[in-house]
């Protein structure tokens, strides 16, 4: 049996948009049911329920009708009358009866063996089938609610609620189209209850009908009954936009949800987002900024990810803004693996933004202080040396950079075009034939015999 807490509903969305996602998740709340109290209204007026019992002999009429009488002095007395008298013998009514009274009681086991007992003796006991239902929903009895709701409505029971109920427990079973007619013909019965519209949606983003969607969340956004509920709808919609491929729709809904002061680090990023794939990078970076800063406790990954899209696509002031606002709110709780991955994004900031090659070299050595075998990192760090003519700092991190196998080959190329830079040329002749041993290059080949000509000539020029 499957747990209560599956018919809550996740709608998920996830988007590939120019080299990046756009994921959007809102939940539709679908345990309405247990909220307190929601059973109270049902069949506690028994006189009205009389009408429906079936026919009974009249010496069962006398019974009821002192039972009735015992009721309206002592409860407990009547119930043990009822009790007494009743035999397997007994007509449907009076299991009926004594059902009700333990049902309103709140004794939901013995009131589900009297129903029981009841439609096994009148299968066509419309009332007793609904009921019983009742008993099997509140004791998360999936299969056995389905089953005696479903022949309710079989037998002429229209109400509502009763397809509400049969639409949730279909849902939590995974039975989507079963679900999504009865939450049809909860809305038909009872086009006011934002339940029922709210069932349907969560069957609609099971089978993915976008277009649907977007004009159902219309409707309950315009049936919202507070901000929340409202916000909750814009954002669910939203959801559809984005997988409809309508972004620019869904933003107007991330944008109603900001004025209405009621974003979150969710919203404001998937707005952020969009704003980035538009290429207005100005309000991409104000809603990744709002984004963070409405909760300092959300996985930072995001935010540096976000960072991350931002510089790879070279907008380097902006990806220098979010870095700093990312250092500055998550300050000391700032995860190592997120440092890291700040300090190799500012690095390429300043190498985009060409700055001076101190302040470049500074952000390489605090990754490497962090990471020591980062081999490209070493690399950077042996060109930008070699460019500064300080060859031994240069031949360390080569050095090192060589001592990593899926480097070394690299490590050796660069250190060779250096040397060669600089006319060490029959320094950098073996240098290259260790590179070709790792990996062949008809490139590094030809490149290695033009530096060996050169080496030759150069010996020769010496004697």
């Given at each position: 049996?499957?747990?209560?807490?599956?018919?809550a509903?996740?709608?998920?969305?996830?988007?590939?948009i120019?080299g990046?996602?756009i994921?959007?998740?809102?939940?539709?709340?679908?345990?309405?049911?247990?909220?307190?109290?929601?059973?109270?209204?049902?069949?506690?007026?028994?006189?009205?329920v009389?009408?429906?019992?079936?026919?009974?002999k009249s010496?069962?009429q006398?019974?009821?009708q002192?039972?009735?009488?015992?009721k309206?002095i002592?409860?407990?007395?009547?119930?043990?009358?009822?009790?007494?008298?009743?035999t397997?013998?007994a007509?449907?009514?009076l299991?009926?009866?004594?059902?009700?009274?333990?049902?309103?009681s709140d004794?939901?086991?013995?009131?589900?063996?009297?129903?029981k007992?009841?439609?096994?003796?009148?299968?066509?006991?419309?009332?007793a089938?609904?009921?019983?239902?009742?008993?099997?929903?509140?004791?998360?009895d999936?299969?056995?609610?389905?089953?005696?709701?479903?022949?309710a409505?079989?037998?002429?029971?229209?109400?509502?609620r009763?397809?509400?109920?049969?639409?949730m427990?279909?849902?939590?079973q995974?039975k989507?189209?079963?679900s999504?007619s009865?939450?049809?013909?909860?809305?038909?019965?009872?086009?006011?209850?934002?339940?029922?519209?709210?069932?349907?949606?969560s069957?609609?983003?099971?089978?993915?009908?976008?277009?649907?969607?977007?004009?159902?969340?219309?409707?309950?956004?315009?049936?919202?009954p507070?901000?929340?509920?409202?916000k909750?709808?814009l954002?669910?919609?939203?959801?559809s936009f984005?997988a409809?491929?309508?972004?620019?729709?869904?933003?107007?809904?991330?944008?109603?949800?900001?004025?209405?002061?009621?974003?979150?680090?969710?919203?404001?990023g998937?707005l952020g987002?969009?704003?980035?794939?538009?290429?207005?990078?100005?309000?991409a970076?104000?809603?990744?900024?709002?984004?963070?800063?409405?909760?300092?406790?959300?996985a930072?990954?995001?935010?540096?990810?976000?960072?991350?899209?931002m510089?790879?696509?070279?907008?380097?002031?902006?990806?220098?803004?979010?870095?700093?606002i990312?250092r500055?709110?998550?300050?000391?709780?700032?995860?190592?693996?997120n440092?890291?991955?700040?300090?190799?994004?500012?690095?390429?900031?300043a190498?985009?933004e060409?700055?001076?090659?101190?302040?470049?070299?500074?952000?390489?050595?605090?990754?490497?202080e962090?990471e020591?075998?980062?081999?490209?990192?070493?690399?950077l760090?042996?060109?930008?040396?070699?460019?500064?003519?300080?060859?031994?700092?240069a031949?360390?991190?080569?050095?090192?950079?060589?001592?990593?196998?899926?480097?070394?080959?690299?490590?050796?190329?660069?250190?060779?075009?250096?040397l060669?830079?600089?006319?060490l040329?029959c320094?950098?002749?073996?240098m290259l034939?260790?590179?070709l041993?790792?990996?062949?290059?008809?490139?590094?080949?030809?490149f290695?015999?033009?530096?060996?000509?050169?080496c030759?000539?150069?010996?020769?020029?010496r004697?």
């Open positions: 049996m499957k747990s209560i807490s599956k018919i509903r996740i709608a998920t969305v996830l988007v590939t120019v990046f996602s994921s959007a998740t809102a939940e539709i709340d679908m345990q309405f049911w247990k909220k307190p109290g929601y059973f109270d209204s049902y069949y506690k007026d028994l006189n009205a009389g009408s429906k019992i079936p026919t009974i010496e069962e006398e019974i009821l002192q039972y009735s009488n015992l309206e002592n409860d407990k007395q009547a119930l043990a009358y009822l009790a007494g008298v009743i397997p013998q007509s449907s009514a299991d009926f009866t004594l059902g009700l009274h333990y049902y309103s004794d939901i086991k013995n009131a589900a063996l009297f129903f007992r009841s439609v096994d003796k009148w299968p066509t006991f419309q009332n089938h609904k009921l019983l239902g009742y008993c099997s929903l509140q004791t998360e999936w299969v056995d609610a389905a089953t005696s709701f479903s022949t409505t079989a037998l002429g029971e229209d109400d509502a009763t397809f509400g109920l049969l639409g427990i279909y849902l939590n995974d989507i189209l079963e999504e009865a939450y049809k013909k909860a809305i038909v019965a009872d086009p006011d209850t934002l339940d029922w519209y709210k069932g349907l949606a069957t609609l983003i099971n089978q993915g009908k976008h277009l649907e969607l977007v004009s159902l969340f219309e409707e309950m956004i315009a049936r919202a507070d901000a929340e509920a409202e909750d709808f954002l669910l919609q939203a959801n984005i409809l491929d309508q972004t620019l729709n869904a933003a107007a809904n991330y944008e109603i949800v900001r004025r209405m002061k009621m974003g979150n680090a969710d919203s404001m998937r987002d969009i704003y980035l794939n538009e290429n207005q990078v100005e309000l970076t104000e809603a990744y900024i709002e984004s963070i800063e409405l909760d300092p406790e959300q930072q990954d995001v935010p540096v990810n976000s960072a991350n899209v510089v790879s696509r070279g907008f380097w002031s902006n990806g220098q803004e979010l870095i700093d990312i500055k709110i998550f300050g000391e709780g700032l995860e190592e693996k440092h890291l991955t700040l300090l190799r994004l500012e690095a390429q900031v190498m985009g060409q700055k001076e090659t101190t302040v470049i070299i500074g952000f390489l050595e605090q990754i490497l962090i020591p075998d980062d081999g490209q990192t070493l690399l760090l042996a060109k930008f040396h070699g460019s500064e003519k300080n060859f031994e700092e031949r360390k991190y080569y050095e090192q950079a060589m001592e990593l196998e899926d480097y070394e080959y690299q490590a050796l190329v660069d250190y060779a075009q250096m060669v830079q600089n006319k040329y320094d950098a002749v073996p034939r260790d590179a041993d790792i990996q062949y290059s008809s490139s590094v080949e030809e290695m015999d033009q530096v060996d000509r050169v030759r000539r150069q010996r020769l020029g004697r």
